[in-house]
């Protein structure tokens, strides 16, 4: 017989220490009379972690998501549920305040018990937020692309029951971040932790900001099986038949490999978790970071023209990606402005001289020419990069990466489109029509110039950090038009760098810096190989970062 929550209500469970100190935390627990329980905090019809007794009436625990709960819940939601899911292992667990993040999942691997099993051995019964109602599903959205979208009031049939996945993991693309280099780079390190662990693999771009997955990438696998019930799908523990990620989750779900902030100084991660957390990314990479469209096309006659031009006359191409905007270098010199142009090009000349003239000697004419053939492939956010004097003076060739979308400054739009002129909206001259004016990209991303994009009103609430985490109503065609925009630009970007024959320089703090070393594979990750950070406050690659 299902064990009901005690009293509907969520309680504070304060444990005491062998050491005879006593910590508290918050999340809902049957009536486990061996503990002193005060009702206090959440609801139970929200979703959170749970304390059950098992038949040995040894305290356990296992995660509590109402039947009737949409999916994806919001990553603010999974987030919450880790946070406190760790505080319980800690309390559950001997000498619990020197428990790291390192061995979280070790320790919560004899405290958990996952929500089918607790739910068929009768530990709990699923709650529900208002009426009793089918449990509302995630299913395939009728293109069978592998990418799931949620549909509302789905009824959950005994078929699709029989054919549910054994093990998934579902990655949200929604993120609270404006850029697309953190979540690109963790839906990559997912897949492969999926492919890893033998667990289906699903995306959910229900909530998206830059709109559907298929949009900018060919269609992902298609898993053999279908996505289980919300109540099922959880963001930890690691071990849990069916996890959820997303941004927000990170640290726990790939926790002994994420970096930790210090490394902002220096690394203290191993080389074989350092590895470890590339080869899932490039597992990924390899699956996944197929361009459709007019992109896959204009992407292969940009790579035939570099080869037919630069290639064919013994030239290398080398890419410098240079970010700025609200990504500032991790090297304290530069910590509040950004790494000069001159680092990057010093930087693609050692590249050079590495392919050309290895031992530093006179250059050959064979050498010299090649030098003289070769082309520096630069991608910016900053439009302003572009005509910098130290790119524009230098003596080598310099190219846009592409140029099929860029970003555009306020002068470049004001030319081609000049700023509306006020009208007025009645006779009175004193009522007259505030129009937006044309908002360029000086100075290069930012997140609230993002959030802005085609709603100028919801850029200043971004700015002033009031923007919610999930809009209440869909963005407008036109904000979604821009955001692709601004999406495929950046993808076109790392896809022609990243082929560049003769390498790539980049700053490791921004992430599209840390997307182009998987791209270029771990043996130019080395010391002497093609992948080059001029990030002094780092010296190596690295992949996610907590806090970052």
Request: net charge negative; hydrophobic share 35%.
């Amino acid at each position: 017989m299902a064990r009901n929550l005690h009293r509907g209500h969520s309680e504070r469970l304060f444990l005491q220490s062998a050491t005879g100190s006593s910590t508290s935390v918050t999340y809902l627990s049957v009536n486990i009379n061996e503990y002193n329980v005060a009702a206090q905090g959440l609801s139970a019809q929200e979703p959170a972690p749970i304390l059950v007794a098992d038949p040995h009436k040894k305290p356990k625990w296992t995660v509590s998501i109402p039947q009737d709960a949409d999916f994806p819940l919001k990553p603010s939601q999974y987030a919450d549920i880790c946070a406190r899911s760790d505080q319980i292992v800690k309390q559950l667990s001997p000498g619990h305040t020197h428990i790291h993040a390192g061995s979280w999942e070790s320790q919560s691997a004899t405290s958990f018990i996952d929500v089918q099993e607790a739910h068929d051995q009768g530990l709990f019964s699923l709650p529900v937020r208002g009426q009793v109602q089918p449990h509302t599903g995630v299913v395939d959205d009728g293109s069978e692309t592998g990418v799931r979208s949620n549909i509302k009031e789905q009824m959950h049939d005994k078929n699709r029951d029989s054919n549910i996945c054994k093990k998934s993991l579902t990655f949200l693309m929604e993120s609270a971040d404006a850029g697309m280099g953190k979540t690109l780079l963790g839906l990559w390190m997912a897949y492969g932790l999926a492919q890893e662990e033998e667990r289906s693999f699903f995306i959910d771009d229900t909530n998206w900001a830059y709109g559907k997955y298929t949009t900018f990438f060919q269609p992902p696998p298609v898993p053999p099986c279908q996505p289980p019930p919300t109540t099922q799908r959880l963001p930890c523990p690691h071990q849990t038949r069916h996890l959820v990620v997303s941004t927000a989750t990170y640290r726990y779900v790939f926790a002994g490999i994420i970096e930790p902030v210090s490394l902002k100084r220096h690394s203290h991660m191993p080389a074989t978790r350092k590895h470890h957390a590339f080869s899932l990314a490039r597992v990924g990479h390899d699956a996944l970071f197929h361009l459709t469209g007019d992109d896959a096309s204009y992407l292969a006659t940009r790579l035939t023209e570099l080869d037919s031009g630069t290639h064919s006359q013994g030239g290398r191409t080398i890419g410098l990606h240079v970010r700025r905007g609200d990504r500032r270098p991790w090297e304290p010199q530069y910590s509040d402005s950004y790494i000069p142009p001159t680092s990057y090009l010093s930087a693609a000349q050692s590249l050079l001289n590495q392919h050309f003239n290895p031992q530093n000697i006179t250059l050959t004419h064979g050498a010299a020419t090649g030098i003289s053939a070769s082309t520096f492939l630069l991608a910016s956010d900053d439009p302003d990069i572009y005509t910098a004097p130290e790119f524009s003076s230098s003596t080598s060739q310099i190219h846009r990466a592409q140029s099929q979308i860029f970003l555009a400054s306020k002068a470049t739009l004001d030319a081609a489109l000049p700023d509306p002129v006020p009208v007025p909206i009645s006779d009175d001259p004193a009522f007259i029509k505030f129009v937006e004016p044309n908002v360029g990209w000086e100075g290069g991303f930012f997140a609230s110039i993002f959030w802005g994009l085609g709603n100028a009103a919801e850029g200043r609430r971004a700015a002033r950090g009031e923007r919610p985490e999930r809009a209440q109503e869909a963005p407008n065609e036109e904000t979604m038009q821009l955001r692709e925009y601004v999406g495929r630009a950046y993808l076109l970007e790392l896809k022609v760098l990243g082929n560049a024959n003769g390498g790539v320089v980049c700053g490791v703090s921004s992430f599209g810096c840390r997307v182009l070393g998987v791209m270029r594979g771990w043996a130019d990750l080395r010391k002497g190989g093609k992948w080059k950070n001029v990030d002094g406050g780092y010296g190596g690659w690295v992949g996610l970062v907590e806090g970052d």
